[in-house]
């Protein structure tokens, strides 16, 4: 049984429709992410959910009960803040021991809880530093005990990484994922990276100008996107516009009539480059500039009538060729996706 | 100090120091120097501190006015009937003032604009004739009085003027906008989401109030506090138009040694004492808002 159940949650804010008609669900111990850009609606969702916004239109059920009309106070949610909302007057035991309070715990378990909190998190020894005493990186962790101290039934995450430097950001990523599995509870992440939503999230639900685009695996939006929006946001990607004919039919699965106005969309690490004609189809093109990013290069190519390519190749490959090679593009027929909409 | 130069930056740390050394220390000073002298007939009315009797610089200097403050009850009275006084007022400007600061920070909007324009309006009017204003109201045949009897809730006038009552009123009334604007300080730099974490973690909205919105307002309460509280003790407006017979209050006191006994070296005594006892709560506050604004 889903967890989190989201039916036709709209929200409106003035004339702006922050969430249009969201309906989802979200597994029990899935990690799932709301990815979208800035402005999407994802942080409105997350605070229905959380009960800092009411929905205009729609319920909002976790575990079977409809929480929809409860305050923040009654939801058994808890949440992580992008600013981690530490209160600066309270150490960190203080700050973990703070939801245990509102319940009447005894003294002597909330001690003992808000000691197996700072071990999960690695902060056994900061129970006493006040917040600002502490770095970037260990208010996060002190966020994210604090959230998990009650043992909610569901933990929202809002963009959790995104105040962290980048190094920090892999390594929190995987304590995250870790943490998660360990405790097992439900993660609800919101973030508007497309790479933290991949390499963290069991299930991703990619949302679009307060509607929801698509849900899927990692795989299927990264490799398999169903929409231009979704393909251009997952990655790096190339698109081709125009219509069907006859011959593209090895790119099927689309049962599409001929005529059809499509995009071939194209992984810019799906592009072969090669100074003589490959054997098959393929594109001419001359290098217009190189992008080294390390261990891999973005190699900015023009192919005929000015369009504009990008490939992603590992640098080795990429140092024999410089502004104006003449080059050819190919790739394999499998790695092309055909969309629609 | 790039772009302000080293001379600039003296300058600039300077220019504070050099307006209160100009316009407090050294009247602090006069006013010190004269609580030394012995009151005597003439222009200034008070013995010089340096003479020059021929034989060389002479200093006459005396703790007489000093020990007659310790001597006489009358001026410890005054100064504990102000202080008793001013700090009723604060507790009740405070009570007063807390709802009103958080009504007009937290629900955010353009309303708060107005409604702290609203708050500091009277400050248009002079200050007297605010505190004149409150006799033609509570005087025996004033507004109130007459609007009670004629509403029939009572037969014969209230004695609301010139008694404890009215001095409380009229401290309340005046020093009202100096907790407001403080305290409107510390509660709309709130964090809001402090608060939303407070609910979320199940605290029902009187709880995170007591656990979260009140501590961290609480440099706002002491500077409030003290900007109530330290004027108010030294008051002589109020308690001398709003006061009666009864009122003992330290700046009325002052007042009376220095225009009606001309006796300014007792008088100057008094305000040196005045200062001296304002200066150390004024301290312990400051150390006080200093350790929060660190934590």
């Known amino acids: ?341 | 100090m790039i772009g302000i130069g080293r001379l600039g930056g003296l300058a600039l740390i300077g220019l504070p120091f050099l307006w209160l050394g100009l316009f407090f220390l050294f009247p602090l000073l006069i006013v010190l120097k004269i609580s030394l002298a012995q009151s005597a007939i003439g222009i200034p009315p008070y013995t010089p501190l340096l003479t020059n009797d021929g034989a060389g610089l002479k200093i006459q200097a005396t703790l007489a006015n000093f020990a007659l403050l310790a001597s006489d009850d009358l001026y410890l009275r005054a100064y504990l009937g102000a202080l008793g006084n001013a700090a009723l007022a604060t507790a009740l400007c405070l009570v007063l003032g807390y709802p009103i600061a958080y009504a007009i920070a937290r629900p955010p909007g353009p309303q708060r604009q107005l409604l702290l324009f609203l708050v500091m309006l009277p400050f248009w009017t002079s200050f007297l004739i605010r505190v004149y204003a409150w006799i033609a109201i509570l005087k025996p045949n004033g507004l109130l009085n007459e609007l009670l009897i004629a509403s029939g809730l009572i037969a014969t006038p209230l004695p609301l003027l010139n008694n404890g009552f009215s001095v409380e009123l009229g401290l309340v009334y005046s020093y009202l906008p100096f907790m407001i604007l403080p305290l409107y300080g510390s509660l709309s730099a709130l964090d809001e989401s402090l608060i939303e974490a407070a609910a979320d973690l199940g605290a029902r909205p009187f709880r995170a109030f007591l656990g979260v919105t009140l501590p961290l307002s609480l440099p706002g309460v002491a500077a409030g506090s003290l900007l109530v509280l330290i004027p108010a003790v030294g008051e002589f407006v109020i308690p001398d138009l709003l006061g009666g017979p009864d009122t003992l209050m330290i700046g009325k006191v002052l007042w009376d040694e220095f225009f009606n006994n001309r006796d300014w070296p007792v008088a100057s005594a008094v305000a040196v004492v005045l200062v001296a006892a304002l200066a150390i709560p004024i301290l312990l506050a400051q150390r006080f808002l200093e350790r929060e604004r660190v934590a």
């Open chain 1, 1 to 341: 049984m889903a967890l989190l159940e989201i039916a036709g949650v709209s929200k409106r804010f003035g004339t702006v429709a922050a969430v249009d008609e969201v309906s989802l669900t979200v597994d029990r111990g899935a990690l799932f992410a709301l990815l979208g850009p800035s402005g999407c609606g994802k942080t409105t969702l997350l605070r229905m959910i959380a009960g800092f916004e009411t929905p205009d239109h729609g319920r909002i059920v976790i575990d079977g009960a409809d929480v929809t009309a409860l305050p923040p106070y009654a939801r058994p949610v808890n949440m992580m803040f992008q600013s981690y909302a530490l209160f600066p007057h309270m150490d960190v035991a203080g700050n973990i021991a703070f939801g245990l309070r509102q319940e009447k715990m005894d003294r002597r378990r909330i001690i003992a809880r808000v000691d197996e909190m700072l071990a999960l998190v690695q902060m056994a020894d900061y129970g006493g530093r006040r917040p600002h005493e502490l770095s970037g990186g260990q208010r996060q962790r002190v966020a994210l005990a604090r959230a998990l101290a009650k043992m909610p039934k569901l933990l929202l995450l809002d963009e959790p990484l995104a105040a962290l430097d980048r190094k920090l950001r892999a390594e929190t990523r995987l304590e995250l994922i870790g943490i998660q599995e360990r405790v097992g509870t439900t993660f609800l992440v919101v973030t508007h990276d497309q790479e933290e939503a991949l390499s963290m999230a069991s299930r991703i639900a990619v949302m679009n100008r307060g509607r929801l685009v698509e849900i899927g695996t990692p795989a299927e939006i990264y490799e398999r996107p169903g929409s231009r929006f979704v393909a251009d946001f997952g990655g790096d990607v190339n698109l081709f516009e125009g219509e069907l004919t006859a011959g593209f039919n090895c790119l099927a699965g689309t049962a599409l009539p001929q005529g059809a106005e499509a995009t071939l969309a194209l992984r810019s690490e799906k592009l072969h480059l090669s100074r003589e004609p490959p054997a098959g189809f393929s594109v001419a093109a001359t290098v217009s500039s190189i992008g080294y990013l390390g261990g891999v290069s973005i190699v900015h190519l023009t192919a005929g009538e000015g369009r504009a390519l990008r490939a992603r190749l590992p640098s080795t490959d990429a140092g024999c060729l410089g502004r104006g090679t003449a080059v050819w593009v190919s790739w394999s027929p499998d790695d092309g996706v055909v969309i629609t909409r």
